[in-house]
């Protein structure tokens, strides 16, 4: 997903960000940090075994290509990845944390240095912490709705196991999502153990996307009274643009590119219109009401040197005039004379 872009009142472009004019400025010393949302996490309390992962997104805000080198972790408690190592202008990557709920229990806390080698160098430190309970598990470790279409509603049964004290009660399960409905049953109750049947119901309304959420499971516990358990899936997109950010590379002044847009429906739709307001852009939009259609895009370098950040929108005949959008970058410079 390409994520909030800046567009300007008057010419519809996005604000780009040159590391070329910071390099001598304060803001040098953290180019890198400013492409992160956020730099902390606290997973709180976890079941052991419980599926406990956090992704740090990050998206290029600058004009050079930005590439991460590698990532490494303070505590083996905590395994880092990079979701996409190369991230040219205004595409999006993740450092997922996952916290080791198998292997370790108790408070643990982390920190995660990310390494980019270019287009300079620099290091973001990322603090995760948790703490990972042994008397309590669930099964399966997280709820995952996998892939679903826009508008569906499905549900997942999880088996909450508390082993130790037998008086040990569930009060509440609180959702941190409204598109989330949660079903209790009475416990089974045995010596040293008891156990809860949940069942959880994803609404229509769920939006379109990533879905990262959590439950809260609130007991009579006094010294824990809560505990975290993670909700995960993807409601894939009613209709979707291929590539998301399209790299037009470096256009001579009077020369064109031209390049394929794809776009994708969950059912046939009619592409109704482009929007984009940079005559220097055309499009030929195909005819017919199709699941699949190629949009050919060509543009056209202008007389003068610049930079290009442009979003393109599509409009469909879908209920509402569904869009998508996609965003285009390059640079038009003077032929070699």
């Not at 997903?1 to 960000?17: Q, Y």
């Not at 290009?308 to 285009?328: H, M, S, Y």
Request: with cysteine.
């Amino acid at each position: 997903m390409i994520g909030s872009l800046v567009r300007s009142s008057l010419t519809g472009c996005i604000a780009l960000l040159s590391l070329m004019s910071l390099a001598s400025s304060a803001n040098a010393q953290n180019w890198a940090e400013k492409m992160f949302t956020e730099t902390n996490h606290d997973f709180r309390v976890v079941g052991r075994g419980t599926k406990a992962e956090y992704k740090f997104e990050f998206r290029n805000l600058y004009e050079e290509t930005v590439h991460v080198q590698g990532v490494r972790s303070s505590c083996g408690c905590t395994t880092p990845t990079v979701s996409d190592d190369t991230l040219e202008t205004h595409e999006t990557s993740s450092i997922v944390a996952t916290l080791n709920t198998s292997t370790f229990i108790g408070q643990k806390a982390a920190t995660v240095t990310v390494v980019f080698d270019q287009p300079y160098y620099a290091e973001v430190q990322l603090k995760v912490s948790g703490f990972i309970r042994t008397d309590v598990t669930f099964d399966p470790p997280e709820v995952d709705f996998g892939q679903c279409k826009n508008g569906e509603v499905k549900e997942k049964d999880i088996t909450i196991t508390h082993r130790g004290n037998s008086s040990w009660r569930l009060t509440d399960v609180r959702s941190h999502c409204d598109d989330f409905a949660v079903k209790l049953e009475q416990p089974i109750i045995q010596p040293n153990m008891v156990q809860y049947k949940m069942r959880v119901r994803m609404k229509d309304t769920m939006e379109e996307g990533e879905i990262r959420e959590r439950l809260t499971l609130v007991s009579n516990d006094a010294k824990f009274p809560t505990i975290e358990m993670s909700i995960a899936g993807m409601i894939r997109p009613t209709i979707s643009v291929s590539p998301a950010a399209v790299s037009l590379g470096t256009t001579e002044s009077g020369k064109t590119v031209s390049k394929r847009l794809l776009v994708r429906g969950e059912e046939a739709f009619e592409i109704k219109e482009v929007r984009c307001p940079d005559d220097r852009f055309q499009f030929e939009i195909p005819e017919g009401k199709k699941k699949l259609h190629f949009v050919e895009m060509k543009f056209t370098g202008g007389d003068e040197p610049a930079r290009v950040a442009q979003r393109i929108e599509i409009v469909t005949d879908l209920p509402g005039n569904k869009t998508a959008e996609c965003v285009a970058t390059g640079t038009v410079k003077q032929p070699a004379r």
